[in-house]
């Protein structure tokens, strides 16, 4: 069984932390390209990060450059993603993804978190 499971959501201020934690099982997890995105009410789903399967190449979205910073631990299967600086409009459930060849605006990842809410208040 594949899974994907996020956990770190929570309530926060402007200005503050959270890290998010993505533990993976079910697949070869260290040769996956992994990711977060991200969807706010009413709004369609926003790619955030993503890193390679060594985790030596890393990819943000410019709406979280120098704020947001996705690491991972293959021994462990866990991805992670630190989020500072944080702002209300980063407010949304936050999805951890995973794929064997990356992905792109044509192609999505193959497997998906259920999702962890992430609510910064202002």
């Known amino acids: 069984q594949v899974q994907l499971v996020e956990s770190g959501g929570g309530l926060v201020q402007a200005g503050g932390s959270l890290r998010l934690t993505c533990a993976a099982s079910g697949f070869r997890f260290s040769t996956y390209a992994v990711g977060w995105f991200r969807q706010a009410p009413g709004k369609e789903r926003e790619f955030v990060v993503a890193?390679?399967?060594?985790?030596?190449?890393?990819y943000y979205a410019d709406s979280v450059k120098g704020r947001f910073t996705i690491s991972r631990d293959n021994a462990k299967n866990t991805v992670y993603l630190q989020m500072n600086s944080l702002k209300p409009e980063d407010t949304a459930v936050y999805y951890c993804?995973?794929?064997?060849?990356?992905?792109?605006?044509?192609?999505?990842?193959?497997?998906w978190g259920q999702g962890t809410q992430v609510t910064v208040s202002s």
């Open positions: 890193i390679n399967w060594s985790g030596d190449s890393t």
């Open positions: 993804a995973a794929d064997l060849l990356g992905w792109g605006p044509s192609r999505e990842p193959r497997y």
